[in-house]
Protein backbone atom coordinates (compact mmCIF):
# COMPACT_ATOMS: atom_id res chain seq x y z
CA UNK A 1 0.00 0.00 0.00
CA UNK A 2 2.51 1.93 0.94
CA UNK A 3 4.60 1.33 -2.37
CA UNK A 4 1.44 2.17 -4.11
CA UNK A 5 1.36 5.91 -2.68
CA UNK A 6 5.11 6.22 -3.06
CA UNK A 7 4.80 4.97 -6.93
CA UNK A 8 1.61 7.44 -7.45
CA UNK A 9 2.83 10.32 -5.51
CA UNK A 10 6.44 10.58 -6.46
CA UNK A 11 5.66 11.24 -10.32
CA UNK A 12 3.39 13.89 -9.18
CA UNK A 13 5.36 15.63 -6.44
CA UNK A 14 8.68 16.05 -9.29
CA UNK A 15 5.92 17.19 -11.97
CA UNK A 16 4.85 20.14 -9.64
CA UNK A 17 8.55 21.03 -8.67
CA UNK A 18 9.49 20.76 -12.57
CA UNK A 19 6.45 22.96 -13.12
CA UNK A 20 6.95 25.54 -10.31
CA UNK A 21 10.60 25.83 -11.28
CA UNK A 22 10.11 26.71 -15.11
CA UNK A 23 7.14 29.35 -14.01
CA UNK A 24 9.59 30.37 -11.65
CA UNK A 25 12.06 30.70 -14.16
CA UNK A 26 9.62 32.32 -16.74
CA UNK A 27 9.00 35.14 -14.58
CA UNK A 28 12.44 36.05 -13.93
CA UNK A 29 13.50 36.22 -17.54
CA UNK A 30 10.07 38.57 -18.12
CA UNK A 31 11.69 40.38 -15.20
CA UNK A 32 15.09 40.93 -16.59
CA UNK A 33 13.33 41.80 -20.29
CA UNK A 34 14.81 46.10 -19.81
CA UNK A 35 11.74 48.01 -19.46
CA UNK A 36 11.34 51.34 -21.16
CA UNK A 37 12.89 53.60 -17.91
CA UNK A 38 10.84 56.96 -16.85
CA UNK A 39 12.23 59.55 -16.25
CA UNK A 40 11.91 63.73 -15.43
CA UNK A 41 12.70 66.33 -17.44
CA UNK A 42 14.99 68.52 -15.50
CA UNK A 43 13.11 71.90 -17.19
CA UNK A 44 9.30 70.90 -17.72
CA UNK A 45 8.96 67.92 -14.81
CA UNK A 46 7.53 65.88 -17.24
CA UNK A 47 7.99 61.62 -17.30
CA UNK A 48 8.94 60.74 -20.40
CA UNK A 49 11.03 56.89 -21.36
CA UNK A 50 15.13 57.75 -21.38
CA UNK A 51 14.59 57.02 -24.92
CA UNK A 52 13.23 60.23 -25.54
CA UNK A 53 15.44 62.08 -23.24
CA UNK A 54 18.89 63.63 -23.64
CA UNK A 55 21.30 62.93 -20.65
CA UNK A 56 23.68 65.83 -19.88
CA UNK A 57 26.30 66.49 -17.24
CA UNK A 58 25.44 69.84 -15.39
CA UNK A 59 28.08 71.90 -13.30
CA UNK A 60 31.02 70.86 -11.64
CA UNK A 61 28.97 68.36 -9.57
CA UNK A 62 28.66 65.75 -12.05
CA UNK A 63 24.82 65.85 -11.72
CA UNK A 64 23.04 64.39 -14.87
CA UNK A 65 20.03 65.93 -15.93
CA UNK A 66 17.54 64.42 -17.81
CA UNK A 67 15.80 67.07 -21.10
CA UNK A 68 12.87 66.36 -23.57
CA UNK A 69 12.98 67.13 -26.88
CA UNK A 70 10.67 70.07 -26.65
CA UNK A 71 12.64 71.62 -23.82
CA UNK A 72 15.96 71.81 -25.88
CA UNK A 73 13.50 72.79 -29.29
CA UNK A 74 11.94 75.61 -26.61
CA UNK A 75 16.01 76.58 -25.33
CA UNK A 76 16.81 76.20 -28.86
CA UNK A 77 14.03 79.00 -30.53
CA UNK A 78 14.59 81.28 -27.07
CA UNK A 79 18.33 81.14 -27.79
CA UNK A 80 17.35 81.51 -31.67
CA UNK A 81 15.14 84.60 -31.09
CA UNK A 82 17.96 85.98 -28.58
CA UNK A 83 20.33 86.19 -31.54
CA UNK A 84 18.36 87.48 -34.00
CA UNK A 85 17.21 90.70 -31.69
CA UNK A 86 20.52 91.29 -31.34
CA UNK A 87 21.97 91.05 -35.13
CA UNK A 88 19.05 93.16 -35.85
CA UNK A 89 20.40 95.88 -33.42
ZN1 LIG B 1 10.84 68.99 -20.77
Known sequence: MLFIIFVILTPIVVW???HFMSSRQK?????ATPEAQIELCAMCQDEFPMTE???KEVGGYGRVYCFCGTCIENLYHEYQHKT???VGE
Open 16 to 18: LLL
Open 27 to 31: SDAED
Open 53 to 55: LLE
Open 84 to 86: DIK
